[in-house]
């Protein structure tokens, strides 16, 4: 299985600053046919299930606020959110799609400093 | 608007089975760029993915569940469920089933879930 680790687990930012969690897969997961990075980013608030934010590592979901954004390669990624707003205090989960079994990342809980 | 649904027993006794289904709006389960899964999430931990279902191909199941767990599709009424058998205690979680998107013979990211369904095992 492919271990997907996050870190931090936890952090607090203040409103309107930027927030940064990475996401480190123990193999990688970029498809060398078609040059793409098989990991997907996704938001978890208290109570809600799971909402996609990012696919293919840097396409953001249809609806999706364009402070959210991804980057990253092979084995390291990240998730940027901009101008941090009240409502992103959530869950962040990274998750590979590049072989079964579908692994998740532990998740960082994003909250206000 | 597309919606998944689950349902099915909260309290399930140990060593019994329990028994989800998802009902899906909106689009079929047939549909040839979806495929469907189970994943759940015990309390205050991480996702597990535990297999899905596609029209067009075979169920899937993580090895880690595999010998316990059964998904299957009814067409006739856009539902597909989940059964896992011998439940224990680490059975209980919150269980999602979610729809994902599929394209050139490659199963992709989870675009959809339904609200979850909160299962506990305990006699």
């Known amino acids: 299985d492919i271990v997907m680790t996050q870190s931090p687990d936890s952090l607090a930012v203040s409103l309107g600053e930027r927030a940064t969690i990475n996401c480190k897969s123990s193999q990688s997961v970029l498809y060398s046919s078609n040059n793409k990075n098989y990991l997907a980013w996704y938001q978890q608030k208290p109570g809600q299930p799971p909402k996609l934010l990012i696919y293919w590592a840097s396409n953001r979901e249809s609806g999706v606020p364009d402070r959210f954004s991804g980057s990253g390669s092979g084995t390291d990624f990240t998730l940027t959110i901009s101008n941090l707003q009240a409502e992103d205090v959530a869950v962040y989960y990274c998750q590979e799609y590049y072989t079964t079994p579908y692994t998740f990342g532990q998740g960082t809980k994003l909250e206000i400093k | 608007q597309v919606q998944l649904q689950e349902s099915g027993p909260g309290l399930v006794k140990p060593s019994q089975t329990l028994s989800l289904t998802c009902t899906v709006s909106?689009?079929?389960?047939?549909?040839?760029?979806?495929?469907w899964s189970w994943i759940r999430q015990p309390a205050g931990k991480g996702l597990e993915w535990i297999g899905r279902?596609?029209?067009?191909?075979?169920?899937y199941y993580n090895p880690s569940l595999k010998s316990r767990v059964t998904i299957s599709g009814d067409t006739s009424k856009n539902q597909f469920s989940l059964k896992v058998t011998s439940v224990t205690a680490a059975d209980t979680a919150v269980y999602y089933c979610a729809r994902g998107s599929y394209s050139a013979w490659q199963y992709n990211w989870f675009d959809l879930w339904g609200q979850g369904t909160l299962v506990t095992v305990s006699s």
């Open positions: 279902f596609y029209a067009s191909d075979s169920p």
């Open positions: 909106g689009v079929s389960i047939s549909s040839d760029i979806y495929y």
